[in-house]
């Protein structure tokens, strides 16, 4: 038996990524935008709290997994089209998503910025589909 390779890596952290994206997109981020303006600072706090716990994890395997494709070869279009994609929506979250949380924590729910949020989302879910499809093709 032989151990992972990075395509497989990769394969696997792009369909964690999926997955993962898949469920804030349909499930957590409408029923976020839902809350109540007098239950938002409360419900905000907590899903920042929270979701950090499978976010920063699951951005270091995803992270890794990229490296490691990036290091060990051979670069096929498959794959760096699955660490380009990965890397789209590592910035939109840098750029777009985490600022518009930010902004959100401090102010409370502005339809501009949940818009904002929600836009940055689809584009997410958009670029880790590509990056598992891609990863699935490499």
């Known amino acids: 038996m032989t151990g992972l390779t990075s395509t497989e890596a990769l394969l ?3 369909g964690l990524h999926l997955g993962f994206q ?3 997109t349909i499930v957590v981020y409408p029923a976020l935008a839902s809350t109540p303006g ?3 600072h409360e419900v905000h706090a907590a899903h920042s709290r929270r979701i950090s ?6 951005y270091f395997v995803v992270a890794a997994a990229c490296v490691w494709v990036l290091v060990a070869g051979p670069h096929t ?3 760096l089209t699955a ?3 990965h890397a789209v929506a590592a910035a939109t979250t840098a750029a777009v998503a985490a600022p518009a949380h930010g902004r959100l924590g401090r102010t409370g729910p502005s339809g501009r910025e949940i818009g904002r949020l929600l836009a940055a989302d689809r584009v997410r879910l958009a670029a ?3 990056a598992f499809v891609a990863a699935l093709l490499a």
């Open 83 to 85: 660490l380009a994609s």
């Open 12 to 14: 696997a952290a792009s």
């Open 53 to 58: 716990y499978v976010v920063a994890p699951l």
């Open 77 to 79: 279009v498959w794959a």
């Open 22 to 24: 898949a469920v804030v």
């Open 128 to 130: 880790t589909a590509a």
């Open 38 to 40: 007098d239950r938002w």
